[in-house]
Nanobody
Framework: QVQMLESGGGLVQPGGSLRLSCTASGSATSIAIMGWYRQAPGKQREFVAEISVGGVSASADFAEGRFAISRDSAVNMINLQMNNLKPEDTAVYYC?????????WGQGTQVTVSS
């Protein structure tokens, strides 16, 4: 059974940076697509960024120029470097992995941007 484990959330001031990490365990092969979603209080979960096993990435408009996703496919790990954080980035960030075997979600890690 594939499990996604996130780390790296926390409290940061506006303009600060955080780095989120996610490792997928229990998969015998590289997971095709791994990425990040987020859900703010009272809002629907939204796409943040994703990256393929081949290194092709995509990100939401709000993430362009501020967030960068990277991947180590050998160990099914991704990172999300978030810079110039804003209060509206406050949310629970979820790691996602999907391929022919299914769609996998982590438990989420809280990111709070506040002064």
């Amino acid at each position: 059974q594939v499990q996604m484990l996130e780390s790296g959330g926390g409290l940061v001031q506006p303009g600060g940076s955080l780095r989120l990490s996610c490792t997928a365990s229990g998969s015998a092969t590289s997971i095709a697509i791994m990425g990040w979603y987020r859900q703010a209080p009272g809002k629907q979960r939204e796409f943040v960024a994703e990256i393929s096993v081949g290194g092709v990435s995509a990100s939401a408009d709000f993430a362009e120029g501020r967030f960068a996703i990277s991947r180590d496919s050998a160990v099914n790990m991704i990172n999300l470097q978030m810079n110039n954080l804003k209060p509206e980035d406050t949310a629970v960030y979820y790691c996602n992995g999907r391929d022919h075997a299914g769609d996998f979600w982590g438990q989420g890690t809280q990111v709070t941007v506040s002064s």
